[in-house]
């Protein structure tokens, strides 16, 4: 009796060994976390899915820009507002304005819920399309044409669509035809600077192409004009200063 207890304990002792063994072997290595408590984050600081696509979190400097250009925009929707109000608007005007809405509203949830580089970019391009919605609405109650869809100003496309190219170069860099808006173009013409966005760069305050942060942002906006010759010529072409190497290759995305 002693015998076959004995046998009967050794027996289940082995087949508990064969399996531990095998589940090891079988068992997925344990993941490299490189930051973050991520097991796929990436040394450069983004994260990588598990099939080897790399998707980089919004740089704060990236969200504040979305931000700001939120706010911005919900003001040049109050003040529409005050330009529509008490007019009769037609089917055509009625549609550009609540697309506009649409983009305020989309573009601040979207923002809550924000976590990549590719959520700040389309962030970006629905606030492009509801600029262009309000410039729509103004030509249309005006009775002045519609504006053709161009850039946005490339001094800040927090600016709006630009009206037409002006010939511009930056301290010490070679003049090119950049798209700006009505006000840019005024100013360049006359003489003056034009009003260019300036971010946060350290303790300086430097233009947006300067900051490798606001890549993302930028490419949003300006993206979808691959085929501009304006830009094509900033972006593949020489380049006025070395800070515009944030806009190189934002086309080709």
């Given at each position: 009796?002693?015998?076959?207890?004995?046998?009967?304990?050794?027996?289940?002792?082995?087949?508990?060994?064969?399996?531990?063994?095998?589940?090891?072997?079988?068992?997925?290595?344990?993941?490299?976390?490189?930051?973050?408590?991520?097991?796929?984050?990436?040394?450069?600081?983004?994260?990588?899915?598990?099939?080897?696509?790399?998707?980089?979190?919004?740089?704060?400097?990236?969200?504040?820009a979305l931000d700001e250009?939120?706010?911005?925009?919900?003001?040049?929707?109050?003040?529409?507002?005050?330009?529509?109000?008490?007019?009769?608007?037609?089917?055509?005007?009625?549609?550009?304005?609540?697309?506009?809405?649409?983009?305020?509203?989309?573009?601040?949830?979207?923002?809550?819920?924000?976590?990549?580089?590719?959520?700040?970019?389309?962030?970006?391009?629905?606030?492009?399309?509801?600029?262009?919605?309000?410039?729509?609405?103004?030509?249309?109650?005006?009775?002045?044409?519609?504006?053709?869809?161009?850039?946005?100003?490339?001094?800040?496309?927090?600016?709006?669509?630009?009206?037409?190219?002006?010939?511009?170069?930056?301290?010490?860099?070679?003049?090119?035809?950049?798209?700006?808006?009505?006000?840019?173009?005024?100013?360049?013409?006359?003489?003056?600077?034009?009003?260019?966005?300036?971010?946060?760069?350290?303790?300086?305050?430097?233009?947006?192409?300067?900051?490798?942060?606001?890549?993302?942002w930028a490419q949003g906006?300006?993206?979808?004009?691959?085929?501009?010759?304006?830009?094509?010529?900033?972006?593949?072409?020489?380049?006025?200063?070395?800070?515009?190497?944030?806009?190189?290759?934002?086309?080709?995305?």
């Amino acid at each position: 009796m002693f015998s076959g207890l004995f046998t009967m304990i050794m027996v289940m002792v082995v087949v508990s060994i064969i399996v531990s063994m095998t589940s090891r072997r079988s068992a997925p290595p344990p993941p490299q976390v490189h930051g973050w408590g991520d097991p796929y984050a990436l040394p450069q600081g983004g994260y990588q899915q598990p099939y080897g696509h790399p998707v980089y979190p919004i740089s704060p400097g990236a969200r504040a820009a979305l931000d700001e250009d939120i706010t911005t925009f919900g003001g040049e929707l109050r003040d529409l507002d005050l330009d529509v109000v008490g007019r009769e608007l037609d089917a055509a005007a009625q549609a550009d304005y609540t697309r506009a809405l649409d983009a305020y509203d989309g573009s601040k949830n979207q923002l809550q819920r924000a976590q990549t580089d590719a959520d700040v970019r389309r962030i970006a391009e629905i606030l492009e399309d509801g600029r262009f919605a309000v410039a729509c609405v103004k030509a249309r109650v005006n009775g002045h044409r519609l504006p053709e869809k161009r850039p946005p100003c490339f001094f800040d496309p927090a600016h709006g669509p630009s009206t037409q190219n002006v010939s511009w170069a930056p301290p010490g860099g070679a003049v090119r035809d950049v798209p700006a808006c009505a006000a840019d173009v005024q100013r360049v013409t006359t003489g003056l600077d034009p009003s260019i966005r300036l971010v946060p760069m350290g303790a300086r305050q430097v233009p947006y192409w300067e900051n490798q942060q606001y890549a993302p942002w930028a490419q949003g906006y300006y993206g979808r004009y691959g085929m501009d010759p304006a830009l094509r010529q900033i972006t593949h072409g020489a380049l006025m200063i070395g800070g515009f190497s944030l806009l190189m290759g934002l086309l080709d995305d």
